[in-house]
């Protein structure tokens, strides 16, 4: 079983659309969720990161972790064709140094 | 917004030859990582750093592959002798000092080995 099972889509919605990214793991060390953003031929970008239970907001998106289930989720409302983009989910365990896991990826298009 | 910097943003090289991908880290950052990424599969980590020294690296991180900060502001990704799968993008991040700080990423140089 990998550590991080994340579908990599490819998702197309319509813009103004709800848009819902999923991740699961199965290392109960992991401690620190975040979610990046990666444009074609560029580096993550951060969008949130949270270390506990239940849900963070900022502007359009919120995210969402259950750690009892080991899932962490991405919302995205109102969602707009500059918000086409490949979401990675990513963890940290309470190692000493830190290091992220990724998730494979989820390729999402919003069309206008 | 400070951010993470990394030069040159392609890289093509033949293989067997060396080759140093330089990274400028968030200027009061302390622990620094290299990833990297092939071609449609996932971001992958290969090394840490922290206290001029390294802190952990994957398996991946063998000894064709070095890191080094030479002065204040770099941090390098050093492969001795390139092979045809080490093309990929590497991204170089960096994080601050405070325990649950994130880790904020450039955009990575692409190597080509050919």
């Known amino acids: 079983q990998k550590e991080v099972e994340q579908d990599p889509g490819p998702l197309s919605v319509p813009e103004g659309a709800i848009v819902s990214l999923n991740c699961t793991y199965s290392?109960?060390?992991?401690?620190?969720f975040m979610w990046y953003r990666q444009y074609s031929r560029k580096g993550p970008e951060l969008l949130m990161y949270?270390?506990?239970?239940g849900n963070k907001e900022d502007g359009r998106f919120t995210a969402q972790v259950d750690k009892s289930s080991k899932y962490i989720s991405l919302f995205i409302r109102d969602s707009q064709p500059s918000d086409s983009a490949t979401y990675l989910c990513?963890?940290?365990?309470?190692?000493?140094?830190?290091?992220?896991?990724f998730g494979s990826g989820t390729q999402l298009t919003v069309l206008p | 917004e400070p951010e993470v910097t990394q030069t040159p943003s392609h890289q093509v090289t033949q293989m067997g030859q060396e080759v140093i991908l330089r990274c400028v880290p968030i200027?009061?950052?302390?622990?620094f990582y290299w990833y990297r990424q092939i071609l449609g599969q996932k971001v992958e980590f290969l090394v840490s750093?922290?206290?001029?020294?390294?802190?952990?690296k994957s398996e991946i991180f063998d000894d064709q592959f070095s890191v080094e900060r030479p002065d204040g502001s770099n941090f390098t990704l050093k492969i001795r002798s390139t092979k045809l799968e080490d093309s990929a993008m590497y991204f170089c991040?960096?994080?601050?000092?405070?325990?649950?700080?994130?880790?904020?990423f450039g955009n990575g140089t692409r190597l080509t080995v050919t």
């Open positions: 991040a960096s994080r601050g000092r405070t325990g649950n700080s994130p880790l904020h």
């Open positions: 290392n109960s060390a992991f401690q620190y």
């Open positions: 949270t270390y506990s239970s």
């Open positions: 990513a963890m940290i365990s309470s190692g000493s140094a830190r290091q992220l896991t």
């Open positions: 200027s009061n950052h302390l622990y």
């Open positions: 750093f922290y206290n001029n020294e390294i802190s952990e």
